[in-house]
C-alpha cells in the first residue's frame, strides 16, 4: 500500500474507532460507533488492521524502555532524560500504565473475532493474510509488553459491552505461551495463502511470514534466557532464524545503507515503522541531532548532523563513553562515521553526535524522518549467534559472529572459544551494531538473565541500585483493578 494512503486512512481510523477499550482496569467497551461503522463487509477489515500498525509505530518510537535504561546514552547539551536513565523508578515516578498496549490488543481481539462472520468469498486469500498479520501484531504487543513489565493480563476476547472482565496478570510465561502461540497461528494462515512465498514481503511496513518469523526467534530467545526456557526455545529460534534467512532478505554491502536506504528499498530490512517529513512527524533521533547555535563555530561542522533549530533538533543524547569503547577495539570499523562523530571546537573535541538516524537535509532544515527499523538481518544473524553460543555450539556462533564483523571490517573473531568470551563478544557486537536501535535494554536483561553479564554492575547508573528489571504499574492502575499486584521488588 502506497504510505501516503495508508497513514490517511490511519487518520480515518483514528477519528471513529480510537475509543475502544482504554485498558483491563479502566476498560470502556467498544464504541456503538466503531460497531456501526466498521466490519459491515468484507472491505472494511484492511483499513481497520492497517489503523492498528499506528501502535506498532508509537512503540517503535519509544526509547524510555528499551534504550534509556540501557548504557547507551548521556546528555547532549540539553538533557531530556527522564527516570529510566537514572534508573530511579517508583510506582508514583515513572511507573507505567499499560492503557496504549491494551488499545492495541482490544483492536486485534475485535477484528479476529469479527472476522469469523465472513468468508471472503472473492478473495480468501486476503482474509488469511489479515488474520496472520493480525496474529501477528497481537503477538507484538504482548511481548513488547512482557519484556517491560513482565507478568502481564491476558485479555484475549473482544470487548464489545459493558461486560468487561478485570484480570489479574498471568505470569511472563503464560503470556510467552500466548504469544507463541499467536506467532504459530500466524504462520499457519502465512503459509495456507495460495501460491505461498516465503520470500514474499508486501510491504516492509506491516508483517510478513519473514518479519513473523524473526519476532519469533527473538521472543525465544527471550523466553530461553529470562523465563528459563532453555535448550528448547534456543533450538526454536535456530529454526524460526532458518525461516528468515531463506525469505530473500539479504545485508547491505555497505553499512551506511542500514538506515540510509527506506525499507521498500532496503535488502536487510524485514520490518520497520514509517515515517514521513510531510505525514507522521519525526521519530526518536530528533532527540539526538543538535541544532545550529550549539555547534557553530565546529571545525568539522558539515560532518555534524545538525539541524537549523531547536525544534527540529534537541542535542539532548550523545554517545556513551562504554557505548564509544566498544567502537575503539577496532580501529577499522566502518560504522563508527554512521554511528557516532565528534565534535571539534578549535579548543578540542568536544560531543560526540549520533549519526545512525540523521533524518533527512533538506533545502531548508534536516529532519528526523528516518524509518525505524524493527527486525533487520544483522540484528536477526547475532540472535542466531547468541542461541548457538548458548548451546555450546561455538563453531557455529563465531560463524555468525563473523557475518556482521565481515561487513564491519573488523576482522574476523579470534578471540577465545569459551562460552563466556563468546556470549560477551556477541553482546559487546550488538551493541555496535545495533546501537540506538532500540534493542539495547532487552539485550542487556537477557544477557544478564543468561549470566554474561551482571547489569547492576554493567550499566552505569544501576551501580549500587536495587533496582527491578521490570517496570512498576501505576498506582491509577492497581486502584481501578483491585486483581492486579505490584510488580516484585516494588
Known amino acids: ?81 527522564g527516570v529510566a536513565w537514572s534508573q530511579i523508578i517508583t510506582p508514583t515516578s515513572g511507573a507505567i500504565n499499560y492503557n496504549d498496549w491494551y488499545k492495541a490488543i482490544g483492536h486485534c481481539n475485535l477484528l479476529l473475532a469479527r472476522i469469523e462472520a465472513f468468508p471472503f468469498a472473492g478473495n480468501p486469500d486476503l482474509r488469511k493474510r489479515i488474520i496472520a498479520e493480525t496474529y501477528s501484531l497481537r503477538a507484538y504487543f504482548y511481548f513488547h509488553l512482557t519484556r517491560i513489565i513482565g507478568d ?116 536487510e ?55 564509544r569503547a566498544l567502537f575503539s577495539k577496532s580501529t577499522t570499523d566502518k560504522r563508527t562515521p554512521y554511528t557516532w562523530v565528534t565534535e571539534r571546537q578549535t579548543s578540542g573535541p568536544k560531543i560526540s553526535w549520533i549519526t545512525k538516524y540523521p533524518g533527512t537535509k533538506y533545502s531548508d532544515d534536516r529532519i528526523s524522518d528516518n524509518e525505524l527499523i524493527i527486525f533487520r538481518l544483522a540484528d536477526i544473524y547475532l540472535m542466531k549467534a547468541e542461541a548457538y553460543a548458548a548451546l555450546n555450539k561455538m563453531e557455529e556462533a563465531i560463524a555468525y559472529l563473523d557475518k556482521i564483523r565481515t561487513r564491519a571490517g573488523t576482522g574476523a573473531y579470534a578471540g577465545a572459544k569459551t562460552k563466556a568470551a563468546v556470549e560477551r563478544e556477541i553482546l559487546d557486537e550488538r551493541g555496535r551494531e545495533l546501537f540506538f536501535e532500540n534493542k539495547r535494554w532487552y539485550d542487556l536483561a537477557r544477557f544478564h538473565k543468561g549470566g554474561t553479564i551482571d547489569v547492576y554492575q554493567f ?9 527491578p528489571l521490570f517496570w512498576p504499574l501505576n498506582t491509577t492502575v492497581l486502584a481501578n483493578n483491585k486483581l492486579l499486584v505490584q510488580t516484585a521488588g516494588y
Open 152 to 267: 502481564a493480563p491476558l485479555m484475549l476476547q473482544a470487548v464489545t459491552d459493558e461486560n468487561v472482565p478485570l484480570l489479574p496478570r498471568s505470569p511472563a510465561a503464560e503470556v510467552m505461551q500466548q504469544v507463541q502461540g499467536d506467532l504459530d497461528k500466524a504462520i499457519g494462515f502465512y503459509k495456507s495463502v495460495g501460491n505461498f512465498n516465503a520470500a514474499s514481503y508486501p510491504s516492509k511496513y506491516r508483517f510478513a511470514y519473514g518479519s513473523t518469523q524473526a519476532l519469533k526467534a527473538e521472543a525465544s530467545l527471550w523466553s530461553a534466557k529470562v523465563l528459563g526456557g532453555g535448550d528448547a526455545d534456543f533450538n526454536t529460534a535456530i529454526a524460526a532464524i532458518a525461516e528468515v534467512e531463506a525469505s530473500g532478505v539479504s545485508l547491505n554491502a555497505d553499512f551506511k545503507n542500514v538506515t540510509g536506504l527506506r525499507a521498500p528499498n532496503n535488502p
Open 459 to 467: 550499566v552505569p547508573n544501576l551501580v549500587g541500585k536495587k533496582t
Open 1 to 81: 500500500m502506497n504510505p501516503r494512503i495508508k497513514f490517511l486512512t490511519l487518520t480515518a481510523f483514528a477519528l471513529t474507532s480510537l475509543s475502544a477499550c482504554d485498558s483491563l482496569l479502566d476498560v470502556k467497551p467498544q464504541s456503538s460507533i466503531t460497531e456501526a461503522v466498521y466490519f459491515q463487509n468484507e472491505g472494511d477489515f484492511e483499513p481497520y488492521l492497517t489503523g492498528i500498525y499506528t501502535y506498532m509505530r508509537t512503540f517503535a518510537n519509544n526509547v524510555t524502555y528499551g534504550t534509556e535504561r540501557s548504557e547507551e546514552l548521556i546528555a547532549g547539551s540539553n538533557s531530556r532524560f
Open 269 to 323: 530490512v524485514m520490518l520497520s515503522a514509517y515515517f514521513s517529513r510531510d505525514e507522521t512527524g519525526g521519530n526518536y533521533g530528533v532527540n539526538a541531532l543538535p541544532f545550529l547555535t550549539i555547534v557553530q563555530g565546529a571545525v568539522n561542522l558539515d560532518s555534524l548532523p545538525y539541524t537549523q533549530t531547536s525544534t527540529t533538533g534537541q542535542g539532548a543524547y550523545q554517545i556513551s563513553q562504554p557505548s
